[in-house]
């Protein structure tokens, strides 16, 4: 649980980080002022944006002729909310079965089952099925797969399965917010204990911990 703890704090800490460096546009005013904010829309008159103040976003719109000038920075790095029923993915980690495989997100707006299917190392096909939950870019998952391979000795490889947890957050690759990266980190319940368990020798083992995935989201 410590372990866990200590995962969460670092993948927020990275997240927002990522967050605090990518949202600003900057708008140079006439009057010498300069705003820096998050520009989400424009027409011929006005320029709409949102700027952080009292503890939260505010939307607000300025005239154009009291505009100098503008710096658009690509922002929005981290992938935003937006109404999509499937999420397709390749990577690895629990969740896509095993080392490398596919991933499939039935739900809406980056939440609800998802199935993954993989190769889970040492000839072995990784079957996974879970949960999962998402708030903007930060997501949680929680299932049932495989966590990784050992053996006895010179024993075939057999592959271990448990319980995954895994927590993270997405990054958007495009400008059409289809394509992101995900990237968790978690933890597996099972191959430690499994080896405690049998009879004292020589193991040989791999764990699989966290994730990293590409995904393409399927909506309006």
């Known amino acids: 649980m410590r372990k866990f703890g200590f995962y969460l704090i670092f ?19 006439t009057n010498g002022e300069k705003l820096a ?21 505010v939307e607000i719109n300025v005239q154009k002729v009291k505009v100098k000038s503008v710096f658009y920075k690509k ?20 969740s896509y ?17 998802i199935l993954g299917l993989g190769n889970a190392l040492k000839g072995h096909l990784g079957l996974s099925i879970g949960v999962q939950g998402a708030f903007k870019w930060f997501f949680v998952n ?22 995954y947890a895994n927590f993270g957050g997405m990054i958007r690759l495009d400008k059409q917010k289809k394509w992101f990266l995900a990237i968790g980190l978690g933890f597996t319940n099972g191959i430690e204990q499994r080896i405690n368990s049998l009879t004292p020798g020589t193991y040989e ?10 995904g393409y989201r399927i909506g309006k």
Request: aromatic share 14%; net charge positive.
């Open 11 to 29: 993948i927020l800490q990275i997240a927002f980080a990522i967050k605090a460096f990518a949202i600003q546009d900057t708008l140079f005013m």
């Open 37 to 57: 904010c998050k520009i989400f829309k424009e027409d011929s008159i006005n320029y709409y944006f949102k700027i952080w103040t009292n503890g939260e976003n």
């Open 75 to 94: 922002n929005n790095l981290i992938a935003p909310l937006e109404t999509s029923y499937v999420n397709l993915g390749l990577g690895l980690g629990p």
């Open 97 to 113: 079965g095993g080392i490398l495989g596919t991933q499939v997100l039935i739900g809406k707006n980056n939440s609800g089952i």
């Open 142 to 163: 929680l299932g049932y797969g495989p966590s990784g391979v050992y053996r006895y000795n010179n024993d075939p490889w057999v592959l271990n399965k448990g319980i």
């Open 205 to 214: 083992y791999f764990n699989y911990r966290g994730s990293l995935g590409i």
